[in-house]
């Protein structure tokens, strides 16, 4: 049996507290910023600077700021085309959660913009909820004075949940701020050919980054739920890099579009076929010669098919006949069986050339390949009564329709 004075020993272990930890660092030192007063309280900023020759993967800053931001603009389809494009201001936000609503808050906002020759990225960090203010007043000035807004995916997230957030602190969200958001025009130009349009898939598929050590935008939260608990702002430093690696890939991706749009002749065939897509609103010719470029070049299997079909549709409202039909003829004859290029090749020579045997030959031909690739009954319905409605019109005309 234990004696009384080693159970008082274990006692007095027991109740005896371990030393309180040493309190973390500031904020402020550990992530590399300055306490700035903003008029509504402290606030924490970041700030880096990078000459204009810098290199973002294998694209330089400069370029953005000489993009044709009004065809840009069009492009895109923003609202309100964006002003002169050294007044740009290039925005992404960390948040507390992804789902948006009044209960998500904008903890860090990254905003890049040009100063004189050199290209300066702030972060915006609100340290606990009540420096929300401070943050909110930061950004009134450099919203108010930008020429527009540079975002990725900022139409459905950045800019409606920071506007939210102004509304919520009885802040005026200013009216009209030009707006251009950068994944319509991705979408367009890189799905065919990336596996997704996210941010960094740009980013290692178009730009040449591939960023390494990389915080995933799912896990944000957490880290800041974190560092509110913790007040440890080291594992926080992984978010402030993160956040400013995209403030710079949206520089580059618009440096890329002003590029591509002015001077294609530099890009491939995939990428061609997609400006061709990104004009096609805008400006009918120079989405032709886009397609008729890319057709020119290497682009091969689906893409290649589907900038066949969609160059054929155009120049048959044009009426360019031989154009139209030399494209069906390749996309018919190509690739999987397709319904269309078939289909438009006998109306071809049933209405434009009156040529019913060639119709019927061409229907009859399509009805075989469509029964051998198992087509949809529907499609090989449609088919059979088309071969059985010319077969019925070269009869009345006393022509044989069967060997």
């Given at each position: 049996?234990?004696?009384?004075?080693?159970?008082?020993?274990?006692?007095?272990?027991?109740?005896?507290?371990?030393?309180?930890?040493?309190?973390?660092?500031?904020?402020?030192?550990?992530?590399?910023?300055?306490?700035?007063?903003?008029?509504?309280?402290?606030?924490?900023?970041?700030?880096?600077?990078?000459?204009?020759?810098?290199?973002?993967?294998?694209?330089?800053?400069?370029?953005?700021?000489?993009?044709?931001?009004?065809?840009?603009?069009?492009?895109?389809?923003?609202?309100?085309?964006?002003?002169?494009?050294?007044?740009?201001?290039?925005?992404?936000?960390?948040?507390?959660?992804?789902?948006?609503?009044?209960?998500?808050?904008?903890?860090?906002?990254?905003?890049?913009?040009?100063?004189?020759?050199?290209?300066?990225?702030?972060?915006?960090?609100?340290?606990?909820?009540?420096?929300?203010?401070?943050?909110?007043?930061?950004?009134?000035?450099?919203?108010?004075?930008?020429?527009?807004?540079?975002?990725?995916?900022?139409?459905?997230?950045?800019?409606?949940?920071?506007?939210?957030?102004?509304?919520?602190?009885?802040?005026?969200?200013?009216?009209?701020?030009?707006?251009l958001d950068l994944l319509r025009p991705a979408r367009r130009v890189f799905a065919p050919r990336c596996a997704d349009c996210?941010?960094?898939?740009?980013?290692?598929?178009?730009?040449?980054?591939?960023?390494?050590?990389?915080?995933?935008?799912?896990?944000?939260?957490?880290?800041?739920?974190?560092?509110?608990?913790?007040?440890?702002?080291?594992?926080?430093?992984?978010?402030?890099?993160?956040?400013?690696?995209?403030?710079?890939?949206?520089?580059?991706?618009?440096?890329?579009?002003?590029?591509?749009?002015?001077?294609?002749?530099?890009?491939?065939?995939?990428?061609?076929?997609?400006?061709?897509?990104?004009?096609?609103?805008?400006?009918?010719?120079?989405?032709?010669?886009?397609?008729?470029?890319?057709?020119?070049?290497?682009?091969?299997?689906?893409?290649?098919?589907?900038?066949?079909?969609?160059?054929?549709?155009?120049?048959?409202?044009?009426?360019?006949?031989?154009?139209?039909?030399?494209?069906?003829?390749?996309?018919?004859?190509?690739?999987?069986?397709?319904?269309?290029?078939?289909?438009?090749?006998?109306?071809?020579?049933?209405?434009?050339?009156?040529?019913?045997?060639?119709?019927?030959?061409?229907?009859?031909?399509?009805?075989?390949?469509?029964?051998?690739?198992?087509?949809?009954?529907?499609?090989?319905?449609?088919?059979?009564?088309?071969?059985?409605?010319?077969?019925?019109?070269?009869?009345?005309?006393?022509?044989?329709?069967?060997?």
């Open positions: 049996m234990q004696s009384l004075d080693e159970l008082r020993r274990m006692i007095r272990r027991v109740e005896t507290r371990r030393p309180p930890r040493p309190a973390a660092p500031p904020a402020h030192e550990v992530l590399g910023g300055e306490l700035v007063e903003t008029g509504a309280g402290p606030l924490l900023v970041v700030r880096r600077e990078y000459p204009l020759t810098h290199t973002h993967g294998r694209e330089p800053l400069g370029p953005a700021f000489a993009a044709p931001l009004d065809l840009l603009s069009a492009v895109a389809r923003a609202e309100t085309p964006a002003g002169n494009s050294r007044g740009l201001l290039f925005l992404d936000t960390e948040t507390t959660g992804l789902a948006g609503g009044t209960g998500t808050y904008t903890f860090l906002v990254g905003v890049g913009r040009l100063d004189g020759d050199r290209f300066i990225v702030e972060q915006y960090f609100m340290r606990d909820f009540d420096e929300e203010p401070a943050l909110l007043a930061a950004l009134v000035p450099l919203l108010e004075q930008a020429a527009g807004v540079v975002t990725f995916n900022g139409s459905a997230f950045d800019l409606p949940l920071l506007e939210t957030r102004f509304v919520l602190a009885r802040r005026r969200w200013p009216p009209r701020l030009p707006h996210r941010l960094t898939t740009l980013e290692r598929e178009v730009l040449g980054l591939e960023r390494e050590d990389d915080v995933s935008g799912a896990l944000i939260p957490a880290l800041y739920f974190d560092f509110l608990r913790s007040r440890r702002a080291a594992p926080l430093a992984r978010v402030f890099d993160h956040n400013r690696h995209d403030v710079l890939s949206l520089v580059a991706l618009l440096g890329w579009f002003g590029r591509a749009l002015a001077t294609p002749d530099h890009l491939g065939a995939e990428d061609l076929a997609g400006l061709g897509r990104l004009w096609e609103p805008v400006d009918l010719e120079q989405a032709l010669a886009c397609y008729r470029a890319a057709l020119g070049g290497d682009l091969a299997g689906p893409t290649a098919h589907r900038v066949r079909l969609r160059l054929a549709r155009w120049e048959k409202r044009a009426a360019r006949w031989d154009r139209a039909c030399a494209l069906w003829e390749v996309a018919a004859r190509h690739g999987a069986f397709d319904r269309e290029p078939w289909e438009e090749l006998a109306k071809f020579h049933e209405h434009r050339r009156r040529d019913l045997p060639t119709a019927r030959a061409t229907v009859s031909q399509a009805l075989e390949l469509a029964d051998l690739a198992g087509a949809p009954p529907g499609v090989i319905d449609a088919f059979a009564h088309r071969l059985s409605r010319l077969e019925r019109h070269l009869l009345k005309r006393g022509v044989r329709t069967r060997g």
